[in-house]
T-cell receptor, first 112, second 116 residues
Framework: SQKIEQNSEALNIQEGKTATLTCNYT??????LQWYRQDPGRGPVFLLL?????KEKRKERLKVTFDTTLKQSLFHITASQPADSATYLC???????????FGTGTKLQVIP | GAGVSQSPSNKVTEKGKDVELRCDPI?????LYWYRQRLGQGLEFLIY????????KSGLPSDRFSAERTGESVSTLTIQRTQQEDSAVYLC??????????????FGPGTRLTVT
């Protein structure tokens, strides 16, 4: 069955460093991958979308890659700040009506 | 409206009672999604509406769960004979048609359901 996984439940990094989060998918080929941010007690907020034929997408301090050979997306936050601390969710879009499947999330903690 | 709204924000109910959760999407958004998020877990897809039709109901956990949508506006998720395992945050999201923005989901704040 198709599966999307985020390997790390939690990631702690020092302020100013680059945070890298991983999302892997198996048994299917999504047309798009997305990344969302979720703060405690709130709904997820859309950050970036990347198509299967795009290698990389950037938005301010955020960068997303899509590697169809490795079946993986990496999400980078450069010059991380304590305000970046949150749970980050990846989501895939696939199928006839473009079904969205979410990973379980990685909780990022940026330490001052 | 400014964003997706959901009501109630919190609901405590006794096991066996029925509950109805409401979602008001962003005006003009044709797609509407319901998800369930248990404590510390990811989002579990429940159902998707395109307009008032539901092409995918595959995520509904049992026949106790049902959802409907009026046109391209309000949606209600109904859980009958609630069980303790139904306790979770129920999130609603909407998205518009047109280009890749149709995949950008705007989420409401969720309804926290507690079944005692």
């Amino acid at each position: 069955s198709q599966k999307i996984e985020q390997n790390s439940e939690a990631l702690n990094i020092q302020e100013g460093k680059t945070a890298t989060l991983t999302c892997n998918y198996t048994n299917y080929s999504p047309a798009y991958l997305q990344w969302y941010r979720q703060d405690p007690g709130r709904g997820p907020v859309f950050l970036l979308l990347i198509r299967e034929n795009e290698k990389e997408k950037r938005k301010e301090r955020l960068k997303v890659t899509f590697d169809t050979t490795l079946k993986q997306s990496l999400f980078h936050i450069t010059a991380s700040q304590p305000a970046d601390s949150a749970t980050y969710l990846c989501a895939s879009i696939s199928g006839g009506y473009q079904k969205v499947t979410f990973g379980t999330g990685t909780k990022l903690q940026v330490i001052p | 409206g400014a964003g997706v709204s959901q009501s109630p924000s919190n609901k405590v109910t006794e096991k066996g009672k029925d509950v109805e959760l409401r979602c008001d999407p962003i005006s003009g958004h044709t797609a509407l999604y319901w998800y369930r998020q248990r404590l510390g877990q990811g989002l579990e897809f429940l159902i998707y509406f395109q307009g008032n039709s539901a092409p995918d109901k595959s995520g509904l956990p049992s026949d106790r769960f049902s959802a409907e949508r009026t046109g391209e506006s309000v949606s209600t998720l109904t859980i009958q004979r609630t069980q303790q395992e139904d306790s979770a945050v129920y999130l609603c999201a909407s998205s518009s048609l047109g280009g890749t923005s149709r995949y950008e989901q705007y989420f409401g704040p969720g309804t926290r359901l507690t079944v005692t």
